[in-house]
């Protein structure tokens, strides 16, 4: 399937700008440094980022995949090796990680600037995927959605295999009837790392893992930005207005320098159930064995080798 059959452009942002905080001591135990975890090969198979990569281009042509990580990152051979096949400017650089919240509006600010109505999808660099051809399948689903509604936002949610006390719950809410996706909701909260009990309790009532797995229209996106942190939409419309230009990298690293460290989902994500426009939804992905690879166990899980990917949904 190609874009001739979409009215829209589909592109995507691939997260690769965290420094593995929480994974360090495993990573120099493993390899003698600290290089950031979603570079690192613990399957032998390639990174969690060339998976990532592999994943998102299975929908999304890699001249329309733009890939956020921090300038400190080009201290490691790895990172230049990884990142050295990505088509020119699709790497978008971080003068630091100033957490989730700028790591999505930088780049999706370079992304605006040249597909300013794109149907947009997040994916973070350190998951752990099983089937991964049915989870892109949903993804798949999930821009549809995007492109026929542009005030839909999607969120992707797994259903729990147990009741995880280290990860983030998305509580569906009422249906959001849509003709081809019934089991679409809308989202009714969300609860970040509860206590055991609470997640049994949740994975009862239907509770799903968040992914943070996302889609949405780059212009409903900025919309609703202007209007929950304009300070912050400010910055990065400074930053945008600056692209291409001699002075963008001094006016990016003036901007971070005044950044505070902003999480996207607790400063927009968690504030939109209560808004009309972006409708924040959950599409349920069942089936699927998914890690965020927070902790060593869940790493552990994802140095099995891995199945090649299905064939691409579009080129």
Request: aromatic share 8%.
């Amino acid at each position: 399937m190609g874009d001739s059959s979409r009215s829209l452009i589909r592109c995507g942002i691939v997260l690769a700008a965290g420094d593995g905080r929480r994974l360090r001591s495993f990573v120099r135990r493993l390899r003698g440094d600290d290089l950031p975890k979603q570079y690192v090969d613990f399957s032998g198979t390639g990174s969690m980022l060339d998976h990532t990569f592999r994943r998102a281009e299975t929908l999304i042509a890699p001249q329309r995949l733009f890939t956020v990580v921090s300038r400190d990152h080009f201290e490691y051979p790895e990172v230049w090796r990884q990142l050295a096949d990505r088509p020119g400017g699709r790497v978008v650089v971080q003068p630091e990680n100033k957490e989730t919240g700028p790591g999505v509006l930088l780049p999706l600010a370079h992304l605006s600037a040249r597909y300013p109505d794109a149907a947009v999808v997040v994916f973070p660099s350190d998951h752990y995927l099983a089937e991964e051809d049915v989870f892109m399948a949903h993804v798949d689903m999930a821009c549809r959605v995007v492109e026929r509604r542009p005030g839909r936002m999607v969120l992707l949610g797994v259903e729990p295999t147990a009741p995880e006390t280290d990860y983030g719950y998305i509580l569906p809410g009422r249906p959001a009837h849509h003709p081809a996706l019934t089991e679409l909701h809308h989202v009714a909260g969300f609860i970040e790392k509860p206590e055991a009990d609470h997640a049994e309790a949740l994975v009862q009532r239907g509770g799903l893992w968040n992914t943070f797995v996302m889609v949405f229209r780059a212009k409903t996106m900025w919309n609703f930005v202007r209007e929950a942190a304009p300070e912050l939409s400010g910055a990065f419309q400074r930053i945008a207005g600056a692209i291409g230009t001699r002075g963008e990298r001094s006016v990016v690293d003036e901007v971070y320098h005044r950044l505070e460290p902003l999480n996207f989902s607790r400063t927009f994500l968690h504030r939109l159930p209560a808004h009309r426009r972006p409708s924040l939804t959950v599409l349920p992905v069942r089936g699927v064995a998914w890690s965020d690879c927070g902790a060593e166990p869940r790493i552990m899980t994802a140095m099995r080798v891995r199945e090649p990917l299905a064939q691409p949904l579009c080129a």
